[in-house]
Antibody, heavy 119, light 112 residues
Framework: EVQLVESGGGLVQPGGSLRLSCAAS????????MSWVRQAPGKGLEWVAN????????FYVDSVKGRFTISRDNAKNSLYLQMNSLRAEDTAVYYC????????????WGQGTTVTVSS | QSALTQPASVSGSPGQSITISCTGT?????????VSWYQQHPGKAPKLMIY???NRPSGVSNRFSGSKSGNTASLTISGLQAEDEADYYC????????????FGGGTKLTVL
């Protein structure tokens, strides 16, 4: 079964750091672009970052550039999001998503992990 | 990286058809055939319903269809069913100074 499982969310103070993980199974992880997408409470989806299969290219939404870093370990079938200098507006459910290899669309999503930035 | 524009809500009765619009610019929706649509039920992860403007992934009902004209993409749901009540999001690649992905603000579909 194709599956993505996020972990690492929690409560953190403003200015703090958190590292999210996404464990992939059921597909050849190293063949696919991967994305992080977030959803603030009661709000819509917001793409955060994505990364090429070999890790050579990474792209970010402007609001997280310089603060968040996407990375992956293809040997461990895992995707990561290092989040530094966290702000209240980063509070959201963070989803890991697999991008389809042959068309534009995120065809597999994890269940999400919740990040709360508050003092 | 401005969000794509969707109506906040639409509604329809069972059996009817509804259309949700998604308006962008020539830098995203209008510039590429890279529009996708997602369905999200409360408390659940999004589900891909349409890719590359008008194609359905395996397992998605043929009651769902997509199209595009200029800078506006559309999702049409025919033969509305109670289980279609959900939030719907469009998405597009956009290439301005760099490649990125943009979502619409979301549309709440109510089945009356």
């Amino acid at each position: 079964e194709v599956q993505l499982v996020e972990s690492g969310g929690g409560l953190v103070q403003p200015g703090g750091s958190l590292r999210l993980s996404c464990a992939a199974s059921g597909f050849i992880f190293s063949n696919y672009w991967m994305s992080w997408v977030r959803q603030a409470p009661g709000k819509g989806l917001e793409w955060v970052a994505n990364m090429k299969p070999d890790g050579s290219e990474k792209f970010y939404v402007d609001s997280v550039k310089g603060r968040f870093t996407i990375s992956r370990d293809n040997a461990k079938n895992s995707l990561y999001l290092q989040m530094n200098s966290l702000r209240a507006e980063d509070t959201a459910v963070y989803y890991c998503a697999k991008e389809n290899r042959y068309y534009y669309g995120m065809d597999v999503w994890g269940q999400g992990t919740t990040v709360t930035v508050s003092s | 990286q401005s969000a794509l524009t969707q109506p906040a809500s639409v509604s329809g009765s069972p059996g009817q058809s509804i259309t949700i619009s998604c308006t962008g610019t020539s830098s995203d929706v209008g510039g590429y055939n890279y529009v996708s649509w997602y369905q999200q039920h409360p408390g659940k992860a999004p589900k891909l319903m349409i890719y590359d403007v008008s194609n359905r992934p395996s397992g998605v009902s043929n009651r769902f269809s997509g199209s595009k004209s200029g800078n506006t993409a559309s999702l049409t749901i025919s033969g509305l069913q109670a289980e279609d009540e959900a939030d719907y999001y469009c998405s597009s690649y956009t290439i301005t100074s760099t490649l990125s992905v943009v979502f619409g603000g979301g549309t709440k579909l109510t089945v009356l």
